[in-house]
T-cell receptor, first 115, second 119 residues
Framework: NAGVTQTPKFRILKIGQSMTLQCTQD?????MYWYRQDPGMGLKLIYY???????DKGEVPNGYNVSRSTTEDFPLRLELAAPSQTSVYFC??????????????FGNGTRLTVT | AQKVTQAQTEISVVEKEDVTLDCVYE???????LFWYKQPPSGELVFLIR??????QNEISGRYSWNFQKSTSSFNFTITASQVVDSAVYFC????????????????FGKGTKLSVKP
C-alpha cells in the first residue's frame, strides 16, 4: 500500500543542470499534481494532470515541464536549474477533482537545492 | 482573489494544554472547501479534515475539533490535551467547490502554524 512515491528524497544541483523528479502512485488516481513548498510558506501548484496525456499549468509553472504518459507516473522536469528553484517538491494525487471527491494524497517530498 | 491567513507563525505549549490554531480565509465564491493538513517533522503532508461551505456544523475527532464560522470567515482548529506527537506545522487551505478550467486541485495554502508541544 505505497500510495504516492517520490524519488529522490534529496538532490543538490548546480546552476544550469537538469533533472527529473519522479512521482508514481498505485491508487489508480486520475488526478496528479506537483507542488513546491518554499521555506516558511504554504504549497504552490506547479503543474497538474487530469489523466494520462493531459497536463496543464498551475500557479508557478515557469522553469518546469511535465508529462503524463501513464496513469501511474507524473514526472517533473527542471531543464536549467536556478537557485530560485531551491525548494521542497511534493507530488500528490486524488481520485477526482480534489475539492469535490477526495482529498489530496501527498508523497513524502523531494528536497532540492540549487547552488 | 482567494487567500488564507494563519496569523500565528509559531505556538509553544506544554503537554496536556489545549491549543487553538486560527485560520481566516477570503473568497468571493459562494461554494468552497476548507482543509487542514498536518506536516510533522518528517516532512510528509497528512490530511486532517475537509469542510464544504454549506456545512457549518462543528466537527470533533478524538482530541481534534474544528470550528467553522462563515460569518467571520474562520475555520479554527483546536487540539485538546495536546501531546508531544502533535508537534508539527499545520496548514489551512481553501479551494473552489468545482474548478471548471483553471487549476484543478489548486489549493490555496496559508503559511502554516508551527506547533511545539513540550513534555
Amino acid at each position: 500500500n505505497a500510495g504516492v512515491t517520490q524519488t529522490p528524497k534529496f538532490r543538490i544541483l548546480k546552476i544550469g543542470q537538469s533533472m527529473t523528479l519522479q512521482c508514481t502512485q498505485d491508487m489508480n488516481h486520475n488526478y496528479m499534481y506537483w507542488y513546491r513548498q518554499d521555506p516558511g510558506m504554504g504549497l504552490k501548484l506547479i503543474y497538474y494532470s487530469v489523466g494520462a496525456g493531459i497536463t496543464d499549468k498551475g500557479e508557478v509553472p515557469n522553469g518546469y515541464n511535465v508529462s503524463r504518459s501513464t496513469t501511474e507516473d507524473f514526472p517533473l522536469r527542471l531543464e536549467l536549474a536556478a537557485p530560485s528553484q531551491t525548494s521542497v517538491y511534493f507530488c500528490a494525487s486524488s481520485r477526482g477533482r480534489s475539492s469535490y471527491n477526495s482529498p489530496l494524497h501527498f508523497g513524502n517530498g523531494t528536497r532540492l537545492t540549487v547552488t | 482573489a482567494q487567500k488564507v491567513t494563519q496569523a500565528q507563525t509559531e505556538i509553544s505549549v506544554v503537554e496536556k494544554e489545549d491549543v487553538t490554531l486560527d485560520c481566516v480565509y477570503e473568497t468571493r465564491d459562494t461554494t468552497y472547501y476548507l482543509f487542514w493538513y498536518k506536516q510533522p517533522p518528517s516532512g510528509e503532508l497528512v490530511f486532517l479534515i475537509r469542510r464544504n461551505s454549506f456545512d457549518e456544523q462543528n466537527e470533533i475527532s478524538g482530541r481534534y475539533s474544528w470550528n467553522f464560522q462563515k460569518s467571520t470567515s474562520s475555520f479554527n482548529f483546536t487540539i485538546t490535551a495536546s501531546q508531544v506527537v502533535d508537534s508539527a506545522v499545520y496548514f489551512c487551505a481553501l479551494t473552489q467547490f468545482m474548478n471548471y478550467g483553471g487549476s484543478q486541485g489548486n489549493l490555496i495554502f496559508g503559511k502554516g502554524t508551527k506547533l511545539s508541544v513540550k513534555p
